[in-house]
C-alpha cells in the first residue's frame, strides 16, 4: 500500500503495463529522461529503457499517427499530449482516425490506443493548456473518455485503459495531480471502464459530477448536510459513454438532481446526462435538473480562473434551488 | 548585410534544387537512355510488370462506366499513373505495408486485395474493408496526410518488431503541402524507420496546379528538411519507378532511413467521378502533351523492341481483365447489404451501454 499523489498512481499503472506486456510504449514530448513536465512519467524510461519509454519531436499529429501505426503492428501505445489544450493539432488522429478505425476496417484492425493529457482549470497555466475539451471527445463515436478523480480510481482506470483493445482518451485533472494523496495498493487492479461510483450516498438530492468537481461536490455535500439534506454524489469516472444505468436509479430515489462539471455551459458532459434524465426519469423528477458549470466565454485568462470556475459554495446553492422548487 | 543574407540563401535553394533532377530508364521513345541504372528483372518479371499496366487501364476504363451506370461508388480514375502505381508497387515485398490513398487501388489490388473487395469499398460497403489475415494495408485514406503520419508509425512498429520490411505511402502533390506530411517524413527519419513516402505528382490537386502548391521547384527537395533521402522520378516510366522505390526499400532495410520519391505523373481523366471537369482547369494541348509520354505506350516500345510483347498478348491480358472485372462486380452484387446492426457491432469490442442499448433496437427493427 502506498500512499500516493495522483501522479504517482498514475505512473504505477503506467509501470504495471509495462512490465506486464513487452507491446506497451509510452511516448510523447518530454516523457522520457525528463519524466513529463508534470513527472507522471517520471523514472520509467530509466526502468524500461528508451526504446519503450521516449520523447518524439514536437509535432502532435505525428504523435497521434505514430501511435495509429504502432497499434497497427501489434503495440499498444500509451501517447501523451503535454496539455489537452492541443488536442486540435492532433483532433484528426484521435477524433477522426483512431476512433473509427475499428468500424471503418469491419472489425478487422483495432486500436488498442490510451490518449493521455492533463487538463483542467485552477492551476493559473497559461492560454490553451487548462480547457476542458472533454465535450468535444464525447461527442466523437467510437472513444471511451475517462476522467479519475482520485489516485486509487487513477489506477485502476489507467490499467483498464491500457488493457482496452479500443481507444481511451484519459484525462487527468492537473489541480489533482498533487492536491492530495490516497492509499493506493500497489498491487494490481482493474476499475471497470464505463461504470460509474457513489462517491457518497444520500436520498435528498443526485449530484452527478467528474474529475476535480467530484471534490467539489463532496464539500458541497458535507455543506447540505449541515443544512439538513442528505446529497448524493456520483462521479461518473467513465464520462462517455457514461454509466447511464446508475444515474438514473439514483434520480429515481432522490427525484432530484443537478450535473456539476468545469466545462463551459455549451461545451462537455452535462447537456447529454441532462437529457438522458429527461427522457428516462421525467415521471420521478421533482424539480428540473440544473447544471452547475462555467459561463460560456473562452476559458479566460489566469487572473479571473477562480471567479470563473464552478465552486462548492455555487454547487450548494444550485442543489438548494433544487430542493425548494 | 540584409544584401548579404539574401544572397546566400537564394544561392542555397539553387544548390538544392540542382540535385533534384529527374531519374528515367526510359525515354518517351522506349529507348534505354540509362543503361547503367537498368534494373535487374527477368523477362517474365517485365512482362508482368506490362500485364499489370494494361490491366489496370482496363479496369480503369471499366470503372468510369460503372460508375456511369450507377454500379459502382466513390471512384478516383489511375489511368496515366500505372507506371507511378504499379512500378513502386511491384518493389515491395509481399509482406510489406501499404498505407494508400483514395487514388492507390491498384496497388493494394495487386498486393492481395480481391477485386470485388476493392468494389465493395468504392460502393461504401464495410466487406470491402474487411481484410484479410496477413494482408498488409489499411483502408485507402481520404484525409489527405494521415496516411503519412501514420506510416512512421507504421515502420518504427516493423523496426521495434524486427520484421525484414517496411511501409509505403502515396499522396499526391497536393498532400505535399499538408503538415502531415512533414510530421511524418521528419518522425520516420528521427527514428530511423523504414518507410517510403511516394508523392505521385500529377500536376493537380482536384484544379490546383501544383505551382500554386509550393514555392519549391521540385516536391523531391522537401526530403532536405527532414534530413531524409529525396529523389524525383519520371513518373511515366515504369523501370525508373521501379528501381527508385526498390533503391528506397533497399537503404531503409538497411538502416539508411527513409526515402521521399516524388513521381512525375499526370491523371489523364477526372479527379474523381463525382462531378469534376478537368476542362475547367487545364487544356487539351498540356492533356496532349503528356499523352506522348504515356507509361503504356513507352514500355510497350520497350518490350517489342525485346520481343517480349505482342498485340495478340496484349489482347490477352484485355479480355482477362475484363472477364475478372465481370466476375467481381457480380461477387459484389451478391455481397448482402449491410445494415446498422453491423455497424453498431463494430464500434467497440465491448458495447458500452448505449451501444448496447442501440444495438437491442436496431436488431428488433432489422431482423423483421
Ligand atoms: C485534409 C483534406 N483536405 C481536403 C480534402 C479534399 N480533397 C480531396 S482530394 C483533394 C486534392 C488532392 O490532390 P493531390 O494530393 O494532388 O492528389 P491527387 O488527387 O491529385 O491524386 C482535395 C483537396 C481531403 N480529402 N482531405
Redesign the interface.
Known amino acids: 500500500m502506498g500512499n500516493w499523489t495522483m501522479a504517482q498512481a498514475i505512473t504505477d499503472a503506467m509501470r504495471n503495463e509495462l512490465n506486464k506486456n513487452e507491446d506497451v510504449l509510452v511516448f510523447g514530448e518530454d516523457v522520457g529522461n525528463n519524466g513529463g513536465v508534470f513527472r507522471v512519467t517520471e523514472g520509467l524510461q530509466k526502468e524500461f529503457g528508451e526504446?519503450r519509454v521516449f520523447d518524439?519531436?514536437l509535432?502532435e499529429?505525428?504523435i497521434?499517427?505514430?501511435?495509429?501505426?504502432?497499434?497497427?503492428?501489434?503495440?499498444r501505445p500509451v501517447m501523451e499530449i503535454q496539455f489537452f489544450g492541443f488536442v486540435f493539432e492532433v483532433f484528426?488522429?484521435v477524433a477522426?482516425?483512431m476512433s473509427r478505425w475499428?468500424?471503418?476496417?469491419?472489425?478487422?484492425?483495432?486500436m488498442p490506443i490510451t490518449v493521455r493529457s492533463p487538463f483542467g482549470g485552477g492551476v493559473k497555466t497559461p492560454e490553451m493548456h487548462a480547457d476542458s475539451l472533454e465535450g468535444l471527445m464525447a461527442q466523437t463515436?467510437?472513444l471511451?473518455v475517462v476522467i479519475p478523480s482520485n489516485p486509487y480510481d487513477a489506477k485502476g482506470l489507467l490499467i483498464s485503459a491500457i488493457r482496452?483493445?479500443?481507444p481511451v482518451v484519459f484525462l487527468e485533472h492537473m489541480k489533482l495531480y498533487r492536491s492530495f494523496r490516497q492509499d493506493v495498493p500497489e498491487e494490481e487492479y482493474t476499475i471497470e471502464?464505463?461504470k460509474a461510483d457513489i462517491k457518497r450516498e444520500g436520498k435528498d438530492i443526485t449530484i452527478i459530477a467528474y474529475g476535480a468537481m467530484v471534490q467539489a461536490s463532496m464539500k458541497a455535500a458535507e455543506e447540505l448536510a449541515e443544512a439538513g439534506f442528505e446529497a448524493e454524489v456520483i462521479d461518473l469516472m467513465?464520462v462517455s459513454?457514461f454509466?447511464?444505468?446508475t444515474v438514473i436509479a439514483s434520480v429515481e430515489k432522490t427525484n432530484r438532481a443537478i450535473v456539476v462539471q468545469e466545462a463551459q455551459k455549451q461545451a462537455g458532459i452535462a447537456s447529454q446526462i441532462v437529457a438522458e434524465i429527461t427522457e428516462r426519469a421525467i415521471l420521478s423528477l421533482e424539480a428540473p435538473v440544473l447544471r452547475v458549470t462555467s459561463p460560456d466565454t473562452v476559458y479566460p485568462f489566469a487572473a479571473v480562473e477562480d471567479a470563473w470556475l464552478p465552486n462548492p459554495a455555487i454547487i450548494v446553492e444550485k442543489a438548494k434551488e433544487v430542493i425548494n422548487f | 548585410m540584409r544584401g548579404l543574407v539574401d544572397k546566400l540563401s537564394t544561392k542555397t535553394i539553387a544548390q538544392v534544387e540542382e540535385q533534384f533532377e529527374t531519374f528515367q530508364i526510359l525515354n518517351e521513345e522506349g529507348e534505354v537512355v540509362n543503361e547503367s541504372a537498368m534494373p535487374d528483372l527477368s523477362d517474365e518479371q517485365l512482362q508482368e510488370l506490362m500485364r499489370r499496366m494494361v490491366y489496370t487501364r482496363i479496369w480503369d476504363q471499366r470503372a468510369i462506366s460503372l460508375n456511369r451506370q450507377g454500379r459502382l461508388g466513390f471512384y478516383a480514375p489511375t489511368a496515366g499513373q500505372e507506371a507511378s502505381q504499379l512500378g513502386s508497387h511491384f518493389a515491395l515485398d509481399k509482406e510489406d505495408w501499404i498505407l494508400p490513398g483514395y487514388r492507390d487501388i491498384p496497388q493494394i489490388v495487386f498486393h492481395g486485395l480481391p477485386l470485388h473487395q476493392a468494389f465493395l469499398w468504392s460502393r461504401g460497403h464495410f466487406g470491402g474493408s474487411q481484410f484479410e489475415e496477413g494482408l498488409n494495408i489499411v483502408v485507402p485514406q481520404i484525409i489527405i496526410g494521415a496516411q503519412i503520419v501514420q506510416t512512421a508509425g507504421v515502420a518504427l512498429g516493423l523496426k521495434r518488431k524486427k520484421k525484414d520490411n517496411i511501409a509505403i505511402t502515396y499522396t499526391g502533390d497536393g498532400g505535399a503541402s499538408q503538415g502531415d506530411f512533414y510530421e511524418g517524413m521528419n518522425f520516420a527519419g528521427a527514428y530511423n524507420a523504414p518507410a517510403v513516402f511516394i508523392v505521385q505528382n500529377n500536376r493537380f490537386a482536384i484544379s490546383v496546379p501544383v505551382e500554386k502548391q509550393s514555392a519549391a521547384k521540385t516536391i523531391a527537395q522537401k526530403a532536405v528538411a527532414a534530413g531524409i533521402e529525396g529523389i524525383q522520378v519520371d513518373g511515366m516510366d515504369v523501370l525508373a519507378v521501379y528501381k527508385a522505390t526498390q533503391d528506397a526499400r533497399k537503404r531503409a532495410l538497411a538502416g539508411e532511413g527513409p526515402t521521399l520519391i516524388e513521381t512525375l505523373t499526370y491523371r489523364y481523366g477526372a479527379h474523381t467521378m463525382a462531378g469534376d471537369d478537368p476542362t475547367r482547369y487545364r487544356t487539351s494541348d498540356e492533356d496532349d502533351e503528356w499523352a506522348k509520354k504515356d507509361p503504356l505506350i513507352r514500355f510497350r516500345k520497350f518490350l517489342e523492341g525485346k520481343k517480349l510483347w505482342s498485340e495478340d498478348k496484349e489482347n490477352e491480358v484485355v479480355e482477362q481483365a475484363k472477364e475478372e472485372i465481370k466476375q467481381a462486380i457480380k461477387d459484389a452484387d451478391r455481397t448482402p447489404k449491410q445494415n446498422v446492426t453491423d455497424l453498431l457491432g463494430f464500434m467497440f469490442e465491448n458495447p458500452p451501454v448505449n451501444i448496447r442499448e442501440q444495438l437491442e433496437e436496431y436488431t428488433a427493427k432489422e431482423s423483421k
Open positions: 526504446d518524439t519531436p509535432a499529429s505525428g497521434g499517427g505514430l501511435a495509429i501505426g504502432l497499434a497497427l503492428t501489434g503495440h484528426d488522429s477522426g482516425q475499428r468500424f471503418r476496417s469491419g472489425n478487422t484492425q483495432t463515436p467510437g471511451k482496452d483493445n479500443d471502464l464505463g467513465t459513454p454509466d447511464v444505468e
